[in-house]
């Protein structure tokens, strides 16, 4: 019977061809298979942050004091610094 080599689930690498191998319940990966998955996550959350701009109405600023007339009694030089 041949030993096991464990290998990475995602590229399939076995262990001596990896810096380090992290061992799961039922599968394996390599360090650079988590690098990459880090760097997928990382530019979907940033995707996801970024807001549409084109989507965004932009008031004007006698619009805005307007709108915070209806709410901010007075403090007018507060106003205009928003």
Do not use: W
């Amino acid at each position: 019977m041949a030993a096991k080599t464990d290998n990475c689930s995602f590229c399939g690498r076995p262990r001596n061809q990896v810096n380090l191998l992290f061992s799961g319940i039922s599968g394996h990966i390599c360090d650079e298979c988590v690098d990459r998955a880090h760097t997928i996550l990382s530019e979907e959350i940033r995707k996801k942050s970024t807001p549409d701009l084109k989507k965004l109405k932009l008031r004007k600023p006698l619009e805005m004091k307007e709108f915070l007339d209806q709410y901010v009694i007075g403090q007018d030089v507060s106003k205009k610094y928003l």
